[in-house]
């Protein structure tokens, strides 16, 4: 019995010391993937208002200039 449990602490450390494994996928670098956010689908909203707020805003001035240019 005083045998086995050393052969058995060898055998177990022999089993575990072993090389790693190779990665499955090499990682991607940062400049080249995006990592999806749970925020994007608030930051596109947010672009897509502000582009309607920009065409408001020059058909407002196009309007203006209409009133002005009929007043004179």
């Given at each position: 019995?005083?045998?086995?449990?050393?052969?058995?602490?060898?055998?177990?450390?022999?089993a575990?010391?072993?090389?790693?494994?190779?990665?499955?996928?090499?990682?991607?670098t940062?400049?080249?993937?995006?990592?999806?956010?749970?925020?994007?689908?608030?930051?596109?909203?947010?672009?897509?208002?502000?582009?309607?707020?920009?065409?408001?805003?020059?058909?407002?001035?196009?309007?203006?200039?209409?009133?002005?240019?009929?007043?004179?």
């Amino acid at each position: 019995m005083k045998r086995l449990i050393p052969l058995l602490c060898l055998l177990t450390l022999a089993a575990c010391s072993g090389k790693p494994p190779a990665p499955e996928s090499a990682p991607a670098t940062a400049s080249t993937a995006r990592v999806a956010t749970p925020w994007d689908a608030m930051e596109k909203d947010k672009q897509r208002a502000a582009d309607v707020q920009k065409t408001v805003d020059e058909q407002a001035k196009k309007q203006q200039q209409q009133i002005e240019a009929a007043q004179q």
